[in-house]
């Protein structure tokens, strides 16, 4: 099926009543320049991906340089975000971090949801993490029906097959923060057999 969601299908003549581009969602509304260094920060993890990353990582080391704080920085031109050695590193740093620390993500957006939702569950609270979306990049999906977590080039409203059970999906506008992944659901839930 290529129709798209909130069109009617051409075998069915419905709608997806589920997808509606224009509904409020919670997905993250990026601002254009990158947040600056958090003044009530003591101490600082920086984490970039991706060469377009480069520039935003430079400048917040500057800054954390400039206040004399402690900092931990790596930029990877091109390791994902799911990169066993990235998630090693990001994990140390985060072990090392005392109470005032912030962590400053910079790169393709899939990839700073995933690394957030990891600091998040490693105890960090949202007030200590600033990031900065250099790009989309793969989306990280979730099948509603086979719960397989997999990257695809495709947001709200896109149609993608699930590699797990290979249904026909169809991107909800709903972010789970907890995995970092836009929720998907078969494109023919709503078609009566």
């Known amino acids: 099926m290529t129709h798209e969601a909130g069109h009617p299908s051409a075998e069915t003549g419905r709608e997806h009543r589920r997808f509606v581009p224009s509904a409020t969602t919670n997905l993250p509304r990026w601002p254009a320049s990158a947040p600056g260094i958090d003044p009530q ?23 954390v340089t400039a206040a004399g704080h402690p900092c931990r920085q790596r930029l990877d031109a091109s390791a994902p975000a799911d990169d066993d050695d990235m998630l090693a ?23 700073i949801l995933m690394l957030a939702a990891r600091a998040r569950a490693a105890g ?3 007030a200590e993490i600033r990031c900065h979306a250099v790009g989309e990049g793969p989306a990280r999906l979730q099948c509603v029906h086979c719960k397989t977590l997999f990257r695809a ?13 290979g249904r026909m999906l169809v991107v909800h506008q709903h972010l789970s923060r907890r995995l970092a992944a836009l929720v998907a659901f ?3 839930a709503e078609v009566s057999a």
């Open 41 to 63: 920060g003591r101490g600082f993890v920086l984490m970039g991906l991706g060469p377009a990353a480069a520039g935003t990582l430079a400048r917040w080391s500057a800054d």
């Open 89 to 111: 590193w990001l994990d140390d740093a985060l072990g090392a971090a005392r109470v005032g620390w912030r962590l400053m993500l910079a790169g393709p957006a899939g990839d």
């Open 124 to 126: 960090m609270i949202e």
């Open 153 to 165: 080039a495709a947001g709200p409203g896109s149609h993608v097959a699930c590699p797990g059970c």
């Open 186 to 188: 078969s494109a023919d």
